[in-house]
């Protein structure tokens, strides 16, 4: 059986963008449909459409903390405080095995914006060397974060 860092791994390698990935691999367990899922991420990857802000993966994660445990209609704005301690641990934990949240800094200043960044984003191959790892990295902390996690759907 296939565990959901492979299914966002897989779904990665198969052309779909970081932020895609991670939420797209949450989809059954929060409700959603696939397809929803790849929409929504869609403009998130590569640290915001390609301006390399926030990791694409870590913004996948925190789509996915929101939709577990974010603050709705009527709710209590304790579940904002909640869900903003969760995205702080999820980015922390993230930091402790990558260096950074920030995917300009995670593919050493390649420029996505441009050619020649793609260029070196391919010749150096980034997406298996970077990327990937960092899909891994959210989806299993995501999967760590809810052992033991209250559901609020």
């Not at 939709?67 to 709705?72: E, Q």
């Not at 260096?99 to 914006?113: N, S």
């Not at 150096?124 to 891994?136: F, G, H, Q, S, Y």
């Amino acid at each position: 059986m296939k565990t959901r860092s492979d299914k966002a791994t897989e779904k990665f390698l198969a052309g779909y963008n970081c932020a895609q990935s991670v939420l797209w691999a949450f989809a059954d367990e929060l409700r959603m449909e696939p397809e929803t899922a790849l929409k929504i991420a869609c403009g998130f990857g590569a640290g915001m459409a390609r301006r390399q802000e926030t990791c694409g993966a870590v913004a996948g994660g925190i789509m996915v903390l929101g939709l577990r445990h974010g603050r709705g209609e009527g709710q209590d704005r304790a579940a904002t405080e909640d869900t903003y301690a969760r995205t702080q641990e999820l980015m922390r934990r993230f930091e402790d095995d990558h260096g950074t949240c920030a995917c300009r800094a995670l593919l050493g200043g390649c420029d996505l914006t441009t050619d020649e960044g793609r260029k070196l984003f391919k010749d150096r191959d980034l997406l298996n060397a970077t990327c990937k790892p960092c899909v891994r990295t959210v989806v299993a902390i995501l999967e760590d974060m809810t052992k033991g996690s209250v559901d609020r759907h």
